[in-house]
């Protein structure tokens, strides 16, 4: 089932015995793609496969915890959380264009709680690192960050353990299925949640991949009855690993994931750049920027928007950084580059790829 399948066809799928209070609408942001609705089963909520994720890093759910989000929750809903929490204490962090006050208002906050966990989306945790690192400023260090919602580059990872002085969880899931896998701290790959979960990676006839070998991403959720979702192309692409853990954890183990399978440059004569290929190109040029983002245009020009750590370091590695795509096009369409207070959002995210070429 494909994503275009699934917006198509959402009063056919979803179950017609289920109660809607047993169940919740959600929808996806849209960065990579048309936004897409799917149901939530309520009867098997995914808080337990979060404890237990948690319980690796040696965190309890009782615990004190903080999170960065792009965006300021609703009133209603912040109220909600903090009674149904208490007497644990949160602290949030609304990262889209945040003031200086409100940042030194969450520094005292958290340092304040001591939270033992610290979760959001990468690229607003991968910021709010290095406003500390560019500040020299000293958090609490908290047992574990938590980043999920787009692929982790290993630069980002390291610059965020500095600046929180803590190890840094590369978890995998979508808004269609929340915990799909997520590390241990071993960090050696994702441990796959395959009681809740069964995750199949296939070539393009659909058929299983060895592991070891990249493939589609098909997603069959296990628990969810009122809206059934059954070997879903979700766009990812992903590998099973060939060896067990050494944490002792019997849960298989995946690659973690690099890119979307769906979002690539393309070449006129047809060479396709996967996302995944593009975040090993530049990874080791990362801490640099605090945001990079490639748009293809109809035309099949790139231009490269970035947000610079340090203008003139970052006006020589974006040059770099180009040539370096223009060659693994092979000199098919133009490069260019373009320094930028804040790249495009869509949706709640900030994808790496925005292409225009569909619109031909």
Partial sequence: MTREELRLNFDEIKAN???????????????????????????????PIRWRILKWWGVEPWENQAFIYRFKKPLLERIVNTLMWWPTKRVFLAAANPT????????????????SLLQGYVDVVF???????????????????????????????????????????????????????AECPEQNGLHIMEDTVHIEFVDENNQPVPPNTSGKVLLTDLTNYAFPIIRYEIGDEGKFKDHSCQCGCPLPLMDNIRGRQSKHIATPSGLQIKGEHIMAMFDGHMKFFKEIQLRQSPDYTVCIYYVP???????????????????????????????????????????????????I
């Fill in 17 to 47: 015995n289920v109660k809607s209070r047993a169940c919740k609408k959600v929808s996806t942001s849209g960065s990579t793609g048309p936004s897409v609705s799917v149901l939530h089963d309520k009867r098997h909520p995914e808080t």
């Fill in 100 to 115: 200086e006050q409100q940042l030194s208002k969450f520094v005292r906050d958290f340092n304040n709680i001591k939270p």
């Fill in 309 to 359: 750590r340090e203008v003139e370091k970052g006006k020589q590695e974006i040059k770099v950084m180009a040539q370096m795509l223009k060659q693994r096009t092979r000199v098919e369409i133009t490069i260019t580059h373009e320094e930028v207070k804040q790249v495009k959002r869509v949706g709640k995210k900030s994808p790496i790829i925005i292409s225009e070429l569909q619109k």
């Fill in 127 to 181: 910021e709010f690192a290095l406003y500390l690192l560019d500040n020299n400023i000293d958090i609490h260090p908290p047992k574990m960050v938590w980043v999920t919602s787009a692929p982790l580059f290993e630069e980002q990872r390291e610059l965020m353990q500095k600046a929180f002085k803590a190890p840094v969880c590369d978890q995998y899931g979508n808004t269609e299925i929340m915990l799909i896998a």
